[in-house]
């Protein structure tokens, strides 16, 4: 790569994250700018709507009680070639 970057910043380190973030664009060869835009689109839209992560609740268990009313064995299967 051979860039460097200096910068002076208030902030934590979110803040030196997200300016690094910047750079790496700023300095991307022009062919990976579309794919570099996509994913940060893709990433941005699952970060920005937490509900379409959360996980599909506790199905709900009901109990029963039945009667048997009667039963039945089954004949053998027989397979005939």
Known sequence: MGDEL???TEGGESTVKR??????IAVMPEEGIEEALQCLKD???FWHHPAQRMLPST???HHTTAKVLSISERPDLIISE
């Not at 300016?19 to 790496?24: H, V």
């Open 6 to 8: 200096s910068f002076w």
């Open 19 to 24: 300016l690094l973030g910047c750079a790496m």
């Open 43 to 45: 990433i941005l839209e």
């Open 59 to 61: 199905p709900t268990i």
